[in-house]
């Protein structure tokens, strides 16, 4: 087993124990904090496909940005700790059905041999400017109403959580 294998499991294995600690945690701060480092590890992950600009973006928009959002809707909505949650019996059930169709899936797929795309040529050289280029010409304006439409949210957010209207 390579380096690179090991490194694979580990990053693969931490995600999976992170996400479990995401669900599992009562504490919707440590449900985040668990949410950060699992997106830690798939940014390792990035790294080992060796796509460094998806591994950056995964820290600084996710890692970064999304999960202060989060904090701050959790913190806003002030959650006391002492509301528990309860385990229906269609969750209980959902929560052992749905895993093992999955892994009889993973079995399924994985018995077949993996075939290469045939005839397929990928051009690596052109990077970052492909992806930015139409953002910043074409796609402008739905980026810059997504971000509005993030703002007015955020704004009725704050507006809406607070404790004496006047």
């Known amino acids: 087993m390579t380096v690179h294998d090991t490194l694979f499991w580990f990053f693969s294995l931490a995600m999976l124990l ?3 600690g995401v ?3 009562r504490n919707p701060v440590n449900s985040a904090m668990f949410l950060v480092l699992l997106f830690g590890f798939m940014a390792g992950l990035f790294v080992l496909l060796e796509a460094f600009f998806l591994a950056v973006i ?11 959002l989060f904090l701050f809707v959790i913190m806003l909505l ?6 528990r949650r309860h385990v229906r019996f269609l969750g209980a059930v959902g929560a052992i059905v749905v895993p093992g169709a999955l892994a009889w899936e993973f079995v399924f797929i994985l018995q077949k041999p ?11 050289q052109d990077g970052l400017e ?3 280029k139409p953002l910043f010409a074409r796609y402008m304006l739905p980026v810059e109403v997504a971000a ?3 703002l007015v949210a ?10 004496n209207l006047k």
């Open 18 to 20: 992170s996400g479990i």
């Open 23 to 25: 669900v599992a945690s």
């Open 58 to 68: 995964q820290v600084l928009v996710y890692a970064g940005a999304v999960i202060v």
């Open 78 to 83: 002030d959650i006391r700790a002492s509301q």
């Open 114 to 124: 993996v075939q290469p795309l045939a005839g397929r040529e990928v051009n690596w």
């Open 130 to 132: 492909v992806v930015v």
């Open 148 to 150: 509005l439409l993030l």
């Open 154 to 163: 955020m704004v009725g957010v704050v507006l809406l959580s607070r404790r």
